[in-house]
């Protein structure tokens, strides 16, 4: 039997459809991987929870744990170093809704804006523990097994074509990059992909599903499982190889 991974997409701070999506998993062994995409935080209401969460699960399940950084992680280690409004102040990021879950503070109404004191926080991301920020920082950029590679966002093209993340010289990239031609023309060993949520990725191309812009995009080698849990949709895992898709969405 080959060995199974589970990828697992963008969760931001959605606890419940967390816990829902790893209850349909089946019984996992110390020969299976989960890999997290990233974008664990910020939208959702339960950011510190979803952390927490994660991080334990190297003591309570036999497989092998992996979490990616997400663009979201990169920009509050920024945030963090040297600050920026252009990410915490905007409120469709969701950064208010992370602090106030790392506070322990009712998460904010419709249209309800930071508190000063809050607005000085979100600049400097001071409310992270130290162990979080040290945590997201030893987040891996990307990872490799036999069935696929895993990042947050895509991989760049070259003069020479596709390259591969050990390639890049700039990492920043395979979290944040949004490349229509990607989705479209990327050929090479299958990429599983978070960020850009599916709604917005080709659907025309993908072999699943495809009357249902919701659900995952499957091109010919990549595969795309941002479902927009944490606003408004849900989360989504691939098993590969099989291909078997669990999603946390009652259907």
């Not at 162990?131 to 947050?152: C, F, G, K, R, T």
């Amino acid at each position: 039997m080959p060995r199974r991974t589970f990828a697992i997409g963008d969760i931001h701070g959605d606890l419940d459809a967390l816990e829902k999506l790893m209850s349909c998993l089946p019984s996992l062994t110390s020969e299976d991987t989960l890999v997290f995409l990233g974008d664990f935080i910020d939208r959702g209401p339960k950011s510190a929870e979803v952390v927490r969460y994660v991080r334990e699960l190297i003591g309570k399940t036999p497989a092998k744990v992996v979490c990616l950084r997400g663009n979201h992680e990169d920009a509050w280690l920024r945030v963090c170093t040297g600050g920026w409004d252009a990410f915490v102040l905007p409120p469709g990021n969701g950064c208010l809704q992370a602090l106030r879950s790392f506070a322990g503070e009712p998460q904010p109404k419709e249209d309800e804006g930071p508190r000063a004191d809050e607005v000085k926080s979100l600049r400097n991301g001071l409310f992270f523990p130290e162990d979080v920020v040290a945590w997201m920082m030893s987040l891996p950029y990307w990872y490799e097994d036999e069935h696929a590679i895993y990042v947050h966002a895509g991989l760049p093209k070259g003069p020479n074509g596709w390259i591969h993340p050990k390639d890049v010289k700039d990492p920043t990239v395979l979290m944040w990059c949004r490349d229509d031609d990607f989705f479209r023309n990327y050929s090479g060993k299958l990429v599983v992909f978070g960020h850009t949520v599916t709604e917005c990725l080709p659907q025309e191309l993908s072999s699943y599903t495809p009357n249902d812009p919701t659900d995952i995009f499957a091109g010919p080698c990549v595969v795309g499982l941002d479902t927009g849990a944490g606003k408004d949709g849900f989360l989504t895992a691939l098993e590969l190889p099989s291909g078997h898709v669990y999603e946390s969405r009652a259907v």
